[in-house]
């Protein structure tokens, strides 16, 4: 079962920040999942949030500020005074950062196609996506995987990106979800842990998919899905994770 380190190490490090995935990857995991918006002059950023509120000093939506303005926020005090240097990442500063040191899941956080396009551009850019490179279900470095819970922006980007592997977020587990999956070359079924099933994983690893879970509070959580065979769990504290992991098998 994979590891993947939710927006970083974010149980001890301040959330979507180069401190986070940076602690993530010395401690051993090289799956991260990342969130991102589009700022007011078209600047793809990492956060999880439409507004800055939550994770900086600042205020305002993300859309509605330009780069310069966003630059500016202090976006670790939040978490601890000693993160305060820590900045909103730009993607591209990511993808720059971790070549050939990570997969990502880029979860996209809003509807808009500028976000799709200027998404794409960064990773032929940077090698993320080499456009002769045939897709592959495994979790490789260099690698991205793209995950939303915005059936729309999955179906553009499957259309934009058909060399990389899509992941399609969700509270229940439905039928009518695996079939959306199955029916646009969606290979990744993501449903909230709590709503998961032995029946359901079952079903879905019949139909090819790889099942990740999200959303995990507790180790027991963790112990269960092992047991029922999911393929990935998204947790913000990867380390207690494989030590739970570790001590089962």
């Keep these: 079962m994979e590891i993947i380190s939710h927006r970083g190490f974010s149980s001890e490090r301040p959330e979507n920040t180069i401190a986070s995935f940076d602690y993530a990857l010395e401690s051993g995991f090289s799956y991260l999942e990342l969130d991102i918006h589009l700022s007011k002059d078209g600047v793809l950023y990492v956060i999880h949030d439409d507004t800055v509120d939550r994770t900086t000093d600042g205020t305002g939506f993300i859309k509605n500020l330009n ?70 279900n495994t979790l490789e470095l260099q690698r991205v995987s793209i995950i939303s819970f915005l059936p729309s922006q999955l179906l553009r980007s499957v259309a934009l990106n058909p060399e990389i592997n899509h992941g399609f977020l969700m509270i229940e587990p439905l039928k009518e979800n695996i079939d959306f999956c199955l029916l646009n070359n969606i290979n990744g079924f993501f449903p909230y842990v709590e709503n998961l099933d032995q029946d359901i994983v079952d079903q879905v690893h019949r139909e090819g998919l790889f099942v990740g879970a999200w959303g995990f509070e507790s180790l027991i959580q963790v112990s269960k899905s092992l047991e029922m065979g999911v393929d990935g769990i998204t947790v913000d504290w990867p380390s207690k994770a494989l030590e739970m992991i570790l001590t089962e098998d």
């Design 67 to 136: 780069s310069h303005e966003i630059n500016m926020l202090d976006a670790g005090s939040w978490f601890d005074k000693k993160y305060s240097e820590q900045k909103i990442p730009t993607l591209e500063s990511i993808l720059i950062r971790y070549q050939n040191k990570a997969h990502l899941f880029i979860e996209l956080k809003s509807d808009s196609n500028e976000l799709i396009n200027t998404l794409r551009s960064l990773l032929v850019k940077y090698a993320w996506i080499q456009e002769t490179h045939p897709r592959t």
